[in-house]
């Protein structure tokens, strides 16, 4: 049980394209989702919460109008990265939980390069 | 948020325990420990969660000082496929409630 399914795996895309991540929870309904990133050898940095059906919380040092997060339903939020520059170049990674006294779930991110 | 402190690495043989520790001392009363490991280029795998007693499951057992200042992550036989970076977190409280921060870990190698 508690599969996330995250989508797509890898991107390959040029500067100033923009890019969704898209996040599922297949098994059960998840209230909140995480986002975070992660560069090579390092670990993983939370990016924003994603409430369903409200504004997400970014963390401080994260843009919210370059990295757009939709949680509309209770089975999928998205993450989108716009405008990306090579920088934006990095390992994303979701997480889901039903709620948040619950282990969160992670799915198994997407590698995201910019050229 | 409680800052968790972990070996940078460790090694294991085999067939043998691996015993990994985490310090948590400024860990509050509401917070439980998190124990998640991540092989190259996925997404980090659940494997036990505490507040106070120990718990154990099919993949785990966590050991947790009566203080809650450590905790010990037990694989009881440990294989090839074991080898990842052991993440020891701890869920925020307040404001923050639910929200895990990701220390460096423990790269665990098990070898033959």
């Known amino acids: 049980g508690a599969v996330v399914s995250q989508h797509p795996s890898r991107v390959i895309c040029k500067s100033g394209t923009s890019v969704k991540i898209e996040c599922r929870s297949l098994?059960?309904?998840?209230?909140?989702m995480f986002w975070y990133r992660q560069f090579p050898k390092k670990s993983l940095m939370l990016m924003a919460t994603s409430n369903e059906g409200s504004k997400a919380t970014y963390e401080q040092g994260v843009e919210k109008d370059k990295f757009l997060i939709n949680h509309a339903s209770l089975t999928l939020s998205t993450l989108t990265v716009t405008s990306a520059h090579p920088e934006d170049s990095s390992f994303y990674i979701c997480?889901?939980?039903?709620?948040?006294?619950?282990?969160?779930?992670f799915g198994d991110g997407t590698r995201l390069s910019i050229l | 948020d409680a800052k968790t402190t972990q070996p940078p690495s460790m090694d294991c043989a085999e067939g043998r325990a691996a015993n990994l520790p985490c310090n948590h001392s400024t860990i509050s009363g509401n917070e439980y420990v998190y124990w998640y490991r991540q092989i190259h280029s996925q997404g980090p795998q659940y494997i036990i969660h505490g507040l106070k007693n120990n718990e154990t499951n099919e993949m785990a057992s966590l050991i947790i000082t009566e203080d809650r200042k450590s905790s010990t992550l037990i694989l009881p036989h440990a294989t090839l496929r074991d080898t990842a970076v052991y993440y020891c977190t701890a869920t925020a409280g307040g404001t923050s409630y639910g929200k895990l921060t990701f220390g460096q870990g423990t790269i665990l190698t098990v070898h033959p």
């Open positions: 997480s889901a939980s039903a709620t948040l006294d619950q282990p969160q779930h």
């Open positions: 098994d059960f309904q998840a209230t909140t």
